[in-house]
């Protein structure tokens, strides 16, 4: 990457209106410029627009002093093709908003390579670089200070150094991450195993738990069966019941009928007696017929006059309203003269009183204009305040900016430190953790060694229920077959007895039940007396198995108790297999947390260190002291801000003076205006002394309105002529209100003659009906007899149904029972069955933890110091030699000549690792602290330049730009003319170099100068 054009607006010291950089031709130059000028902004600004990056933490930081927005175009040239980047940044808003644009010269035009976001946009550059800030930085980049971080180390952490420099902290990153999966992986394992016996042991019982579900299967169908018949037989009965109450049901239908009828036999008793009163009632108003004719006709005559007095109601009211309608605007009129005449009273009082003032304006005229006379000394005392005032404030202004850079760079300094006191703090709290951790791992111990040994003890309680096992098996099969052989005698003792029952059945005849022929009486008592013996010895017999299977039986109850005991051994055995596991995990993690304290402890050091030499941002620092000198040129704040308000003070005193003498202008102008005002209205008065006469007269005698007085007479006629009396009115309302009432009886009248032959049809109707209502609540209680005698077989049908289902309900616990006992067998079964499986399963899961954890080991090694970040340093050691001693022999004329040794000699004669750097030159070969300070840093500058260009190799990307930020001041004036010359001597291995330095003398030594200049209105430069 070869930069070619810089544009930058609002950059941290560059402000608006600063000129493009052009880099075409440049190709070696000196950037230079007083300290603090803004010589590593510029640099800030090529990464910034590449990457987004610089010294500060934060791009707002990077806008300048009271902007609000920044902007930097960069255009490079990237293996023959052109790219221009914009990159701008704004914090108008809360957080801050920023822009990116990448472009490719196509032709005369740019092609946008800009993607959807500003961050596939920034990955967009990157891979057109091929590298990114941190490489750029460490390897184009020759900072301040850091040309030395590498030689200048012991040799014993020259390797820590350069391991760093090449970026192999990723690979401990790897190493560390290989660890903890290893040590993961090994805690896995253990659970694993302890999971293993425990499934090894419940395997074993398959066979037994599987004779076990058999049994258990043969008892639930028997009892299913006997559940069967019980359920038909109480199915029977139900049926039985379910009939009888469906005829319970009609009685109680049947009853709620009855109570039907009979309630519509009492409404129709109701509805008879009432139509009769009400036919009654309808005869009675019939007859009254002519009374209610006169009356009605009293009470139409009474409503016809109310009717002639409601029609003259309306015009009345109408001649009314006119009338007031005329004597409102009489009053209108009247009120409009009397207002006038207010006014033209006000004005003509006004303008008396303004001729009356007018001696005394005059005389304060002539006052004030006295007053008035030095306003123009105290305009141009006012000027010279001024000039005084803005002298001083640009002053203060000055120092206020000096002020706040210094408040940056101090900023800069304490985050630096507070970055360092961080890590102090944050690996004293690493190791007060560790501490902790190792305390708190290491309790484990005891109860490990408890848990292994309970493991030990459970181990011998395990291995006894195996034998048990084996005993309680042997004891069912003996107990079974015992049980048999009683059953056996049984049946051959209840033989002998059918076969004696049958001989005591023949009486006094002496044959054979069984064949017929002739026994005899002494064959008879021969065969009794046989029956006899062998009845007693199956007596015996059954007396002597049934004890030994009760025997049995009682042993295997207490071998039952004994395996129940132990079977909650391999349960807690499974527990104790990963509490070992953990335990053990646990005191391998306090091993490691060791280690991690001891590597902390050595970083704690060199952090402490640095803090304590202040060995950190030695840039800032010289900026920070330049930037105080400048301050201290300016003078005593305090002194200033003094001056300042001195200055202030007067301009406002004279400020306040020249407004006074304002505003008595502004009185006499005022004055003059009101006194021509006088002078103006003197015709006026005599005008408004005039119109008031006249309105006084015109109100006194009532010359006004005169049409609407006329019609208000007339109308007062008109209103008699009409006949309207409201008192007429008022008593015919309260005539026709009173013989109101004969309209109801009319009414009623009309209602009786309508309803009277209805009602007299409707009660012969429901008179029939309440006969039959009669008839029928007979025919109901007839009907209930006959089923209330036949529901007297329900109490013994419902006896006999409920005891069938007392015993399918005994008969369902037993099945229920025995369904629960095999489905507990059947469980058991399914879990040792399922424990075989899961066993295969964790044999190979342990099979390949094993072999994860032995790759994670090697991965381990692999990535660890005596790894591949061994073999990557002993690879680039002869890759930096070779680089660094091509340009220190241009720097010395081949009179230096430096080699790496990474093992050395302890004082034991053992091989250690190191890397010390020795230089030959004419007096001989001298390790590198042995060497001055100009000699040492040319020794510095090309490992630094053979570093850098390792770095970009190893990137992928050509390194094509140099630039040299580092101090010279160590170099004599021939040092400094072979630095020069060695810079130009590797100008064919880069497209662009550029020196940053303030040292008049190097500079000189330049073909092209970049001169960096600071104003009080921003940075700006100048090619030369």
Known sequence: ??????????????????????????????????????????????????????????????????????????????????????????????????????????????????????????????????????????????????????????????????????????????????????????????????????????????????????????????????????????????????????????????????????????????????????????????????????????????????????????????????????????????????????????????????????????????????????????????????????????????????????????????????????????????????????????????????????????????????????????????????????????????????????????????????????????????????????RADLRALFSTKNNEAKQIEASLAQLGEQIARREGAASEMQRLAGQIARGEADLAAADQARARMAEDQRALEDVQLQLLKGDYEHGTRAELAKVDAMISALGDVETVKRQLAQAEEQSQRVERRIEEQRGIIAKVESIQRDIQAIEESLPALHDQETLVGELQTTLGMGDFAHEDRLAMERIKQQAKDLGYSSDAHRAAGEQARALVRWEEERRRLERAEERLADDRAALGRDEQSLARRDEDLADADARLAEIQASLLDLGPATRERDAAQLRADDLRRVLGVAQRDLGEKRGKLATVENAAVELFSQQQRRKELAARKALYDDLTLSFGKKGVQALLIETAVPEIQEEANKLLGRMTDNQMHLTFETQGATKKGDVTETLEIKIADGLGTRVYDAYSGGESFRVDFAIRIALAKLLARRAGARLETLVIDEGFGSQDAKGRERLVEAITSVQQDFGQILVVTHIQELKDLFPVQIEITKKPEGSTWAIA
Request: proline letters at 2%; a negative charge; one cysteine or more.
């Open 1 to 534: 990457m070869i930069p070619r054009k810089l544009a930058l607006r609002n950059f941290m010291c560059y402000r608006e209106d600063v000129p493009p950089l052009e880099f075409d031709g440049l190709g070696i130059a000196c950037l230079s410029g007083e300290n603090g000028a803004g010589k590593s902004a510029l640099l800030d600004a090529l990464t910034w627009a590449l990457w987004g990056e610089s010294r500060l933490k934060s791009d707002d930081d990077l806008i300048a002093l009271g902007a609000t927005e920044m902007e930097v175009e960069l255009t490079f040239a990237l293996d023959g093709q052109d790219y221009r980047i914009i990159r701008k940044r704004s914090k108008a808003k809360r957080t801050g908003q920023s822009w990116l644009d990448f472009q490719v010269r196509s032709g005369d035009a740019w092609k946008s390579l800009t993607a959807a976001s500003l961050r596939e946009t920034q990955q967009t550059i990157t891979s057109t670089l091929h590298m990114g800030y941190e490489t750029f930085a460490n390897s184009a980049f020759l900072r301040q200070g850091r040309a030395d971080e590498f030689t200048r180390k012991e040799p014993s952490k020259r390797k820590q150094v350069l391991a760093e420099i090449l970026g192999l902290d990723v690979y401990e990153q790897l190493e560390g991450g290989s660890k903890e999966r290893a040590k993961s992986l090994d805690g896995q394992m253990k659970v694993v195993e302890g999971q293993i016996a425990e499934l090894e042991r419940q395997a074993s019982e398959q066979e037994f738990r599987a004779k076990e579900v058999e049994s258990a299967e043969r008892h639930v169908a028997s009892v299913s069966e006997q559940l069967a018949e019980a359920e038909q037989q109480l199915a029977e009965l139900s049926a039985r019941v379910q009939s009888l109450e469906q005829l319970r049901q009609r009685s109680q239908d049947l009853r709620k009928r009855q109570a039907d009828i009979r309630r519509e036999r009492d409404d129709l008793a109701v509805a008879v007696e009432r139509l009769r009163r009400a036919v009654n009632e309808s005869e009675q108003v019939v007859a009254r017929r002519a009374e209610i004719t006169a009356g009605v006709a009293q009470l139409e005559a009474a409503q016809a006059e109310q009717r002639r007095y409601d029609d003259l109601r309306d015009p009345y009211d109408q001649l009314l309203e006119r009338y007031r309608a005329h004597e409102k605007a009489v009053d209108t009129a009247e009120g409009q003269i009397k207002a006038d005449l207010r006014v033209a009273e006000g004005e003509l009082k006004r303008l008396r009183d303004a001729a009356a003032r007018r001696p005394h304006l005059e005389a304060q005229l002539a006052d004030l204009q006295r007053q008035s006379s030095g306003f123009p000394a105290l305009q141009e005392e006012l000027g010279k305040a001024r000039t005084r005032r803005a002298e001083l404030s640009e002053k203060l202004q000055e120092s206020s900016r000096l002020q706040v850079e210094r408040g940056n760079l101090a900023h800069q300094l304490d985050l630096k430190k507070s970055s360092l006191t961080k890590v102090r703090d944050d690996l004293k709290r690493q190791q007060k953790e560790a501490e902790d951790q190792i305390r708190r791992l290491e309790q484990a111990r005891p109860e490990l060694e408890r848990a292994r040994r309970r493991q030990e003890a459970l181990q011998a309680d395990l291995d006894a229920l195996e034998q048990l096992r084996a005993d309680e098996r042997g004891g069912v099969d003996r107990a079974g077959a015992l049980r048999a052989e009683c059953a056996h005698i049984k049946a051959q003792g209840d033989e002998i007895n059918r076969k004696l029952a049958l001989l005591k059945e023949q009486g006094d005849a002496h044959e054979c039940p069984l064949c017929g022929s002739e026994l005899g009486h002494s064959g008879v008592e021969r065969i009794e007396q046989q029956y006899d013996r062998e």
